[in-house]
């Protein structure tokens, strides 16, 4: 029964076949999401790892490093570090870490994967990478870190700000 192609679409016998052509989504597939304090970002596809969302005991805390670093997580036996991205990103509100699960997005580039701990996951968008203009008004402690921005609403000052995934995970501030 499930196997008959009529099943599905509710079509009998008698009536005639209906073909529904797929829209192609236009752009490139990119993760939205916001850090501890409101700002939306967002990450192509094509860079993350995987999104996984453990609960904050999972994620072990290591002495004597870098306050950006919550901790290390075992992800399917390897060890990821997972850093808060809002602080990282200059953000003064660190991640509540007082809750049931942190969403951590893990980034890999070269072997080197990171897992970048934020508030909460918009989901996946496709937007068009034409349109990406060149970043107005951002602190300089964003700055290095973004490709570009994409203007939601210019009259609320609302942008989705594209983040350079090679340049978060090599960046010198680790070390700090």
Known sequence: MVGNPDFL???????????QELESPEGELHLRFYV??????ALPATGIKEVIAPPPDRITPIPNVSPLLLGTLNVRGRVVWVADLGQFLGDPTPLNTDRSEIHVIAVEDQDIMLGLAVDRIAGMYWFDIDEIQMPTNVPDSVAPFLRGEWVLDEQAGKYLRLLNQEAILRSARWAA
Not at 11 to 19: M, S
Not at 36 to 41: I, K, P, V, Y
């Open 36 to 41: 501890s304090s409101g700002s939306e970002f």
């Open 9 to 19: 679409t509710g079509r009998g016998q008698d009536q005639a076949p209906e073909f």
